[in-house]
């Protein structure tokens, strides 16, 4: 494997149409409906959307790391992931499952929370080894990048503005989202929020199961 190296100097169009690139492809990494989505969309009807958010970043820095791990065509990277896919899928449904209970007991405040404190960076590190811990995700992210191609792989300025816009798209998707989710917060009754977020946890849960269940079982993810 060659070592990365910078290339020459790009023009304008080409660094913007990487970037843009990049966006497309956190986007299509972060739109499809999993877990994460189910998972943002609880929060914010139970926190409010600025929180909800921002501890769903968490997504977006996984898939750039995942990016940059295969963008770097690291295939000890791949090969572990392929190696150990049971033991990640078992880790990452268990953790749902507890995740998916804790939610559904927890308290919904009506008031938007601080976007601030222990809760907060504990969240965005849940969603971040979610992320990280879901093999349905880690595949996406590798075919997203098989199909962009490894001509950037070698040259660091390329690689790092495509991982920039994955970012982007990511966290673009995750504001809209957690955005969306918060007005309809805001526009029903405390008693309906209620239940709409324990619905959420539900679901997450059966995301859960489903994922240690098919790993348990030998099903491919």
Known sequence: ?????????????????????GVAMGLALAIPVGPICIL????????GTLPAFLSTLGAAVADGILGACFGLGSSVVADFFEREQQTLRIVGGLFLV???????????????????????????????????????NILGVMGVFAAVGSSEAGDLRRLGLLLAGVLGGSALWWLALSTAAG?????FSPRVVVWMSRGSAVILGIFGLAILGSALLGHPA
Do not use: D, K
């Open 40 to 47: 943002c969309i609880r929060r914010a009807l139970a926190n």
């Open 1 to 21: 494997m060659g070592r990365a190296v910078a290339g020459p100097v790009m023009p304008a169009s080409l660094t913007g149409l990487l970037f843009l690139r």
């Open 183 to 187: 007005l309809v917060r805001r526009h």
């Open 98 to 136: 507890y995740l998916a209970a804790r939610s559904f007991w927890a308290g919904v405040s009506l008031e938007p929370e601080p976007a601030g404190g222990v809760g907060l960076a504990r969240q965005f590190v849940s969603s971040l080894l979610l992320t990280l811990f879901n093999p349905a």
